[in-house]
């Protein structure tokens, strides 16, 4: 039996996929009242249960062998610092004591590459790298090291555990949809009319997932493995979209400093009006920063491998166009 937290998020659900693939046992934790709809057609059992809350995790936990831990909380707004550390934090500390208490034989903990202090520009971001939230300024990401560190001290009691760190995901099935897919809706739909400087290191969800099946295969206990993909440019990822929907790149780009006192104004506005936030200061300083990052570690111990990411654009748009969510033009 495999238990997936946050099996209905974007990365969980393709997890799932996977190992449903694979004929696997899969339980899934679900919030109560959570949309299934990302989990429709697939054969799980679905129980209900929260992070926040230990006691519900040890009947959910009964049983596994491994349990993949994704449940955590992405926010680009400030202000939801309690929510991100009563999830991210504190329920990472809660699924791998669980895992402790009920013998789990394996707990594969979703991290991020933000959980790493990010060296200077021209410096290689790989598994050496520390996790220490004095040194993070991302609220999100400080959470996902703080996270990361009560992972491995519950590991350092004896529990089997490994740390996934993917780069930007993006793919198909992404249901809510993500920050980077709704950013390719409306680039598609003409709605966003400038585009910025920068770029980063994006990944294909599908291998993500199966990176996470590897790592659960292969992974060495307390070790901490990178699946990233491709360095793409933003400029580069309209010009996908472009291609694909014959919608034009918009014609003028901003510089890097005023796209981050944009984003802190769209930040304002969609915090008065309930708006998604699509981009803000983070985010800019994100494609401004090191993205020079190596999944080699990954490659050379457990086969890990990513496809090109002009291929998953396409497979994106198109299955969001399958959706009805994207056009044809």
Same mark, same amino acid.
């Given at each position: 039996m495999?238990?997936?937290?946050?099996?209905?998020?974007? &990365?969980?659900?393709?997890? @799932?996929?996977?190992?449903?693939k694979?004929?696997?046992?899969?339980?899934?934790?679900?919030?109560?009242?959570?949309?299934?709809?990302?989990?429709?057609?697939?054969?799980?059992?679905?129980?209900?249960?929260?992070?926040?809350?230990?006691?519900?995790?040890?009947?959910?936990?009964?049983?596994a062998?491994?349990?993949?831990?994704?449940?955590?909380?992405i926010?680009?707004?400030?202000?939801?610092?309690?929510?991100?550390?009563?999830?991210? @934090?504190?329920?990472?500390?809660?699924?791998?004591?669980?895992?402790?208490?009920?013998?789990?034989?394996?707990? @594969?903990?979703?991290?991020?590459?933000?959980?790493?202090?990010?060296?200077?520009?021209?410096?290689?971001?790989?598994e050496?790298?520390?996790?220490?939230?004095?040194?993070?300024?991302?609220?999100?990401?400080?959470?996902?090291?703080?996270?990361?560190?009560?992972?491995?001290?519950?590991?350092?009691?004896?529990?089997?555990g490994?740390v996934?760190?993917?780069?930007?995901?993006?793919?198909?099935?992404?249901?809510?949809?993500?920050a980077?897919?709704?950013? &390719?809706?409306?680039y598609?739909?003409?709605?966003?009319?400038?585009?910025?400087?920068g770029?980063?290191?994006?990944?294909d969800?599908?291998?993500?997932?199966?990176?996470h099946?590897?790592?659960?295969?292969?992974?060495r206990?307390?070790?901490?493995?990178?699946?990233?993909?491709?360095?793409?440019?933003?400029?580069?990822?309209?010009?996908?979209?472009?291609?694909?929907?014959?919608?034009?790149v918009?014609?003028?780009?901003?510089?890097?400093?005023?796209?981050?006192?944009?984003?802190?104004?769209?930040?304002?506005?969609?915090?008065?009006?309930?708006?998604k936030?699509l981009?803000?200061?983070?985010? @800019?300083?994100?494609?401004?920063?090191?993205?020079?990052i190596?999944?080699?570690?990954a490659?050379?111990?457990?086969?890990?491998?990513?496809?090109?990411?002009?291929?998953?654009?396409?497979d994106?748009?198109?299955?969001?166009?399958?959706?009805g969510?994207?056009?044809?033009?």
């Open positions: 495999i238990v997936v937290t946050g099996a209905t998020g974007y &990365l969980g659900n393709n997890i @799932v996929r996977s190992l449903v694979r004929n696997h046992r899969v339980r899934c934790l679900v919030l109560a009242g959570e949309s299934l709809v990302p989990l429709q057609g697939l054969d799980v059992e679905v129980v209900e249960g929260d992070v926040r809350d230990i006691e519900t995790l040890y009947p959910a936990f009964d049983g062998d491994i349990v993949f831990h994704l449940a955590s909380i926010s680009l707004l400030p202000g939801n610092t309690k929510l991100l550390e009563e999830v991210n @934090v504190g329920g990472a500390r809660n699924v791998a004591e669980a895992c402790l208490k009920t013998g789990v034989r394996r707990l @594969v903990y979703t991290s991020s590459i933000h959980a790493l202090v990010e060296p200077p520009i021209g410096h290689v971001i790989d050496t790298m520390p996790c220490d939230p004095d040194r993070i300024s991302m609220a999100y990401s400080k959470t996902k090291a703080r996270a990361t560190l009560e992972v491995l001290n519950v590991i350092s009691k004896g529990l089997d490994v996934v760190m993917p780069t930007g995901v993006i793919g198909p099935y992404d249901f809510k949809p993500s980077t897919g709704q950013m &390719l809706l409306d598609a739909a003409g709605k966003i009319p400038v585009r910025i400087e770029g980063y290191d994006f990944v969800v599908r291998d993500v997932a199966e990176g099946i590897l790592v659960a295969e292969k992974g206990t307390g070790e901490k493995y990178i699946l990233s993909g491709e360095w793409m440019s933003v400029d580069d990822i309209l010009q996908e979209v472009s291609k694909a929907t014959r919608t034009p918009p014609r003028w780009k901003i510089p890097g400093a005023l796209a981050s006192a944009v984003a802190r104004m769209i930040t304002s506005y969609c915090m008065l009006t309930g708006a936030v981009i803000n200061h983070d985010s @800019v300083s994100t494609l401004m920063g090191n993205s020079l190596s999944s080699e570690k490659r050379r111990e457990l086969g890990y491998t990513s496809r090109p990411l002009r291929e998953t654009i396409r994106t748009l198109e299955w969001f166009r399958e959706q969510w994207l056009s044809t033009r």
